[in-house]
């Protein structure tokens, strides 16, 4: 068997393409990725019959880093798409550039706003990130919530005439939390959890008689148990 077939034999080669290139530039150290590495990224390109759905896994990957800062280096990420070029669609090409340029655009503004809070919000174009909608509303913690309208009127007075629309489910929060032993000894730990989880947490500071009522109607009767136990639904869309 020739190695155009063994590499096209399993259906999920082109998913796993991706997640190898995801894992590499999402987890060693920036020192580790050299050229032999884009050597046999390119060898498997060069032989992989379903590019399109590469691409699609590619994108969604890479929109994972971006959204949760995971790339490692701006520049190893470039030098991917430099080798990408020579195996993909432009128009897949054309995409990834527009979310490089989104991202570039975000740190620019968020340089520019002032907030007491520790926010860093990406503004992502229509059509070219690979994500959906958030189809039910969250209302925000009182707190979060003063913090978002405050960038909504920077960014609105800023681009006059654009519109802003916020997408819950793709964002992340760390929040302290304290945590008490057997023996009462206070422990305080860091959670990194979804905005989604941050909102139910963060009710426990506020209300803890009526947590089912308060719960249901920040998220609109949402099922929430899948929702805390299973986390974010579009985290795990690019997992």
Not at 6 to 21: A, G, M, Q
Request: charged share 20%; aromatic share 12%.
């Amino acid at each position: 068997m020739d190695l155009e077939n063994t590499i096209n034999i399993n259906s999920n080669i082109p998913e796993y393409l991706s997640l190898f290139i995801h894992y590499q530039l999402e987890k060693i150290d920036e020192s580790q990725i050299n050229e032999i590495l884009f050597d046999k990224i390119k060898v498997l390109l060069t032989y992989l019959r379903e590019k399109d759905i590469f691409e699609q896994w590619y994108q969604s990957h890479l929109a994972r880093r971006f959204i949760f800062d995971k790339p490692i280096s701006e520049d190893i990420e470039d030098k991917m798409i430099l080798q990408l070029k020579s195996y993909c669609s432009s128009q897949f090409i054309s995409k990834l550039e527009r979310m490089f340029k989104d991202i570039a655009i975000s740190k620019t503004i968020m340089n520019e706003f002032n907030c007491s809070m520790n926010l860093n919000v990406r503004v992502l174009t229509t059509g070219v990130w690979p994500m959906q909608s958030s189809t039910f509303q969250c209302i925000l913690p009182s707190s979060v919530n003063e913090a978002y309208q405050s960038f909504r009127s920077f960014y609105l007075k800023k681009y006059n005439g654009r519109s802003l629309t916020l997408q819950s489910n793709c964002g992340t929060a760390d929040l302290s939390a304290l945590f008490y032993d057997q023996s009462n000894k206070t422990m305080k730990y860091t959670l990194n959890v979804s905005t989604h989880q941050m909102v139910i947490l963060m009710i426990f500071n506020t209300n803890k008689s009526s947590y089912s009522l308060e719960v249901s109607f920040r998220f609109k009767l949402f099922d929430l148990i899948t929702l805390f136990i299973e986390g974010d639904s579009t985290a795990d869309k690019y997992q």
